[in-house]
């Protein structure tokens, strides 16, 4: 629940959560004054009898659990977001956000990556006149790796499953095709630290979409500790328990521990053209674990929250657009920074490298 939004400060919108849990309703309005309910989130009639005078709904629900919430926002006549990575997923949000009412806005995709990288991506590759190439990167990692995988749990057990098992979209050569996951794997060096970063699923967001034509590479990749990609190809591929997730979900939260003692790291390159020479600009940021509310965050908790609440203010107030399907790109990096909850990528987290100080 912790991870579902940012305690809004000031208390300026009133809240209804819901959870199958009660226990973890307890936890929540132990800390924060709001309204609760327990209720089955896969119950599509239920649902829309209880966002019927809300005004948006958020599902930070596992992905195979939106598109049902989704239906019940359109039958209730309420916006939408979530945090999803699925790229299937985004495709049953987008096709009922097509037929559902005017003035109603489906935002999916509203987390850290996709999510925060898509905005950051897209401001990147405005400052050019011709694109070549765009390079995301992005990584949830333990602070102190002590394992053999050199990772812990920070979320997700089938999100990760499912980054690391489904086919990954990118724009090579100019066109736009599918990748396989775990593949392509290369290192780089940060702060002294050696990284590995290897393809995975859904981490794009819609940018394919919105930039085939004008760029002649466009992928994302996970970061890693180096190690980590090959014992999951081991895993995935040689042990074929990509075709068993289920058993690879329990073999990893029953060997993998859990740890709120990591760290966010992003990292986008953007190659093009601008007056006249080839250029390269380029932005990195770490993000830590943060005392909030008298509770530690991680920094996954953290930067997830901060970026689905930015873009639920903006909303509110007006900021992005009010109907129809909305891309993550289609939001201004500028405003969603000197947003309350998207400042959090700028004063809480160390910003390593600054495109601002190489670009005109």
């Keep these: 629940m912790q991870s579902n939004a940012l305690r809004l400060e000031g208390q300026d919108h009133q809240h209804l959560w819901c959870n199958l849990y009660p226990l973890a309703l307890e936890h929540l309005t132990a800390s924060v004054p709001v309204n609760t309910f327990v209720i089955d989130v896969t119950d599509e009639l239920a649902i829309a009898e209880k966002l019927e005078g809300q005004d948006c709904v958020i599902s930070a629900c596992p992905y195979w659990v939106n598109p049902g919430i989704a239906r019940a926002a359109a039958k209730a006549g309420v916006s939408y977001f979530d945090l999803t990575e699925d790229i299937e997923t985004t495709h049953i949000v987008r096709s009922i956000a097509e037929t559902a009412p005017r003035g109603l806005v489906f935002a999916p995709q509203c987390g850290l990556a996709p999510g925060f990288i898509s905005i950051l991506a897209h401001h990147l590759c405005s400052g050019f006149e011709k694109l070549d190439e765009v390079k995301m990167r992005v990584g949830a990692l333990p602070q102190y790796p002590s394992n ?208 601002a100080m190489n670009c005109a």
């Design 148 to 355: 053999m995988i050199m990772y812990n749990l920070t979320w997700s057990t089938k999100g990760l499953i499912n980054e690391y098992c489904n086919p990954c979209e990118v724009i090579q050569n100019g066109r736009k095709i599918e990748a396989i996951p775990l593949e392509e794997v290369e290192h780089f060096s940060i702060d002294g630290l050696t990284y590995e970063a290897f393809n995975t699923s859904g981490g794009l967001g819609t940018l394919c979409e919105t930039l085939t034509g004008q760029v002649r590479t466009l992928n994302y990749k996970t970061i890693r500790y180096p190690g980590h990609n090959y014992l999951m190809m081991f895993l995935t591929k040689e042990l074929r328990l990509s075709n068993r997730r289920e058993l690879l979900e329990e073999i990893l939260e029953d060997a993998i521990p859990f740890t709120k003692q990591d760290v966010v790291l992003t990292f986008c390159t953007v190659t093009g053209w601008r007056n006249g020479c080839l250029e390269q600009i380029s932005d990195i940021r770490k993000i830590y674990p943060l005392n909030l509310y008298g509770e530690t965050w991680s920094s996954i908790q953290l930067a997830t929250s901060a970026s689905l609440c930015a873009v639920l203010d903006m909303y509110l107030n007006g900021e992005i657009p009010q109907s129809g399907f909305l891309k993550q790109e289609q939001i201004s990096l500028d405003a969603f920074l000197a947003n309350r909850f998207g400042c959090y990528y700028t004063q809480k987290c160390r910003h390593l490298v600054d495109p």
